[in-house]
Nanobody, 133 residues
């Protein structure tokens, strides 16, 4: 299992941009599907974005689609989340998640994870994002 550590959180103005980074260590990162989740204050954790192990497939939650990009660099063992036009509802703790590839579609593997209580894989400790309006 990889170990994950997020960074890049902080205070961002509404309408601005944020970039979060997650660095993995311990195992062959290229063998993992990766995703980002967030937990808004007082709410359940929710899916944000995911990318397949090969980098050729991405999936986004509807609230962030069109203004968010997930990317990975297997040489650096990092997965980044770039979010533009940040909104107050984007505030929360952001978590990186990595799941060993099994050939399943990332849309269901990550997109439905919270719905089915699937918290499998490795998780980082989270990074806080605060949005000022």
């Amino acid at each position: 299992q990889v170990q994950l550590r997020e960074s890049g959180g902080g205070l961002v103005e509404a309408g601005g941009s944020l970039r979060l980074s997650c660095v993995a260590s311990g195992h062959t990162f290229a063998n993992y599907d990766v995703g980002w989740f967030r937990q808004p204050p007082g709410k359940d954790r929710e899916f944000v974005a995911a990318m397949a192990w090969h980098g050729g497939s991405t999936y986004y939650a509807d609230p962030v689609k069109g203004r968010t990009t997930i990317s990975r660099d297997d040489a650096k063992t990092t997965v980044d989340l770039q979010m533009n036009d940040v909104k107050p509802e984007d505030a929360g703790v952001y978590y990186c998640n990595a799941r060993r590839k099994v050939g399943a579609p990332i849309a269901s593997r990550f997109g439905d994870a919270i719905k089915y209580g699937d918290m499998s894989g490795a998780w980082g400790q989270g990074t806080q994002v605060t949005v000022s309006s």
